[in-house]
């Protein structure tokens, strides 16, 4: 899935893991993804969250897509820091799913920087 993700692939996302329900991505932020507060546009910071949960939710094979989404932005981020978006399956039962996925620094605070939960659901090919 990830292979064919441009939107993802434009913004130099990189895919780090992914199997088994979680996944790891990393973006550093561009002078492109800051907004007029001198920090990152948040969604930006959503997509990294979002690619990560993608990830995850599509480890284990069937086309699943994201039924809806949520984020609570901690801290900001600013131009040239790199984030990372670690995703975790929390639930996962016929269709549907859960996945928390966690926005942080990838340095050495390793700093969350926003809380994302997504709600997954396989659909039919």
Known sequence: MFDDDHASKTL????????D???LVRMRVTPEMVNGHAIAHGGYVFLLADTAFACACNSHGPVTVAASAQIA????????DVLCARAVER????RNGIYDTTVFRDDASGETVAEFRGHSRSIRS
């Not at 639930?91 to 016929?94: D, I, K, T």
């Open 91 to 94: 639930h996962a039962r016929g």
């Open 21 to 23: 329900g979680h996944s």
């Open 73 to 80: 932005f901690l801290t900001p981020a600013h131009q040239g």
């Open 12 to 19: 130099g996302i990189e895919l780090l893991e992914a199997a």
